[in-house]
């Protein structure tokens, strides 16, 4: 009898026929929609505050992206791009930072972890800029701190981007996104 009812429950789980096919397929597109729907705020695009810090990081990593292609130590557009970075990281500081530091601790985590990396990334780019390194490591260690901030802005994008979504109200976003702005420049000339 066990053995029966084993075949009858397994039996019970196949599909049988066309309707059963056909209810199964509309619940499978029910549930598909319903997962849709439920990503769509993941994929919607960014605004506010969120936008315009990435507008800015963006422009920032293009013009990295230009520096890149410059194989002498110090590129000529380096001077540019040390200031443009100093003021994202500035506006930041006035901005983002105190706004999102006590919100909760995902938010003070990613804050703490943006300050010491751009702190440190500042002081580095001063030594380059300074000429405090070595000339003959000069173009490599300039490649390799520029790499840094590189993956400095893309973790700016991946961690603090989302706490600010997750945590600013939208007035309060769209209050930051004017001080960003107005904080900071347009794209460094090289």
């Known amino acids: 009898m066990t053995g029966s009812s084993r075949q009858d429950s397994g039996s019970q789980d196949r ?7 056909v209810s199964h397929a509309e619940d499978f597109d029910a549930d598909a929609r319903k997962r849709q729907h ?4 993941a994929n919607a695009p960014h605004t506010g505050a969120a936008d315009a810090l990435i507008t800015r990081s963006r422009a920032l990593r293009a013009v990295l992206q230009e520096l890149h292609r410059f194989p002498s130590g110090a590129p000529e557009g380096l001077p540019a791009f040390v200031v443009a970075f100093q003021q994202h990281y500035a506006a ?18 990613a804050v703490a972890r943006d300050r010491e ?3 440190q990334l500042l002081r580095r780019l001063d030594d380059v800029m300074a000429g405090k390194v070595a000339v003959e490591a000069m173009p490599l260690t300039t490649q390799i701190v520029l790499g840094e901030v590189d993956q400095y802005l893309l973790h700016e994008e991946r961690d603090l981007v989302p706490s600010m979504e997750r945590t600013l109200s939208p007035s309060e976003s769209d209050r930051l996104a004017k001080d960003l702005k107005s904080r900071t420049h347009r794209r460094p000339a090289l």
Request: charged share 30%; proline share 9%.
């Open 15 to 21: 599909l049988h026929g066309p309707h059963e096919i």
């Open 38 to 41: 439920d990503e769509a705020p």
């Open 92 to 109: 930041k500081e006035a901005t983002v930072h105190p706004l999102l530091e006590h919100r909760d601790k995902a938010a003070s985590v």
């Open 117 to 119: 990396d751009g702190a």
